[in-house]
């Protein structure tokens, strides 16, 4: 089964200062990875997925995420946080699969606080 | 476009009383449906998932049941709540088979449910 690991629980930057979150993932086969973002009270909302080519994957809100298959991670990764930033981040993990039904596996968040 | 809704927003129970929660999808057909909980500090868990009507899956033994009367709503209950069944519920969805967004998950806003 596949697995996703975040490190860091809380992170708190500056404003206007690079922003790297890590996640790790477990899987024995090519994945799907996404990062998700969540802010307090709210659903979670799609910053970016990779499913299969470029390893340099873009998203919304200035937000990109680097897959690196011998290192098992997708960082993801922003030149200039904003306050508007602050928020949790989930990175998820999820079977290679032609199927429709599939299950997402989640890891555990990174809160990231910004400091004005 | 697609648009999902979730309801009630918020919600106060005594322990013992019944739940039931809702969620709907618009502009899209044959979607498969989730129900993720998350407790504070401890991710997502994947409740439930739908591939068609009346077809539910359940991925973790719990006093929770989930129902898909129509192709495009689906429901939480629970017909008498414990207070470990407190936390925030998030209903999701993804194209099915063959859909061009089968990999992809939709959140709605969100239900926290506290029991007393």
């Known amino acids: 089964a596949q697995s996703v690991t975040q490190p860091d629980i809380h992170i708190t930057v500056s404003e206007g200062a690079s922003l790297e979150l890590r996640c790790n993932y477990s899987?024995?086969?090519?994945?799907?990875l996404f990062w998700y973002v969540q802010s307090p009270g709210q659903g979670l909302q799609l910053l970016l997925k990779?499913?299969?080519?470029?390893?340099l994957v873009q998203g919304i809100k200035g937000f990109e995420a680097e897959f690196k298959r011998s290192q098992s991670s997708f960082n993801l990764r922003k030149p200039s946080v904003h306050w508007s930033d602050a928020a949790e981040y989930f990175c998820?993990?999820?079977?290679?699969?032609?199927?429709?039904?599939?299950?997402?596996?989640f890891g555990k968040g990174t809160k990231l606080s910004v400091i004005p | 476009s697609q648009t999902i809704h979730q309801w009630p927003a918020t919600l106060v129970q005594p322990v013992g009383s019944p739940l039931s929660l809702e969620c709907t999808v618009e502009?899209?057909?044959?979607?498969?449906l989730y129900w993720y909980r998350q407790a504070a500090g401890r991710g997502l868990q994947l409740l439930f998932y739908?591939?068609?009507?009346?077809?539910i899956s359940s991925e973790v033994p719990q006093n929770l049941s989930a129902s898909r009367p129509q192709d495009r709503q689906f429901i939480l209950s629970s017909k008498k709540l414990l207070l470990s069944d407190s936390g925030f519920y998030l209903c999701?969805?993804?194209?099915?088979?063959?859909?061009?967004?089968?990999?992809?998950?939709?959140f709605g806003a969100g239900s926290r449910l506290t029991v007393l």
């Open positions: 999701a969805w993804s194209g099915g088979r063959g859909h061009r967004g089968a990999n992809v998950l939709t």
């Open positions: 899987y024995g086969a090519t994945p799907y």
């Open positions: 990779y499913f299969s080519g470029d390893t």
């Open positions: 998820a993990v999820a079977p290679y699969s032609g199927a429709g039904s599939y299950q997402l596996t």
């Open positions: 502009g899209t057909s044959n979607p498969n």
């Open positions: 739908s591939v068609g009507i009346g077809q």
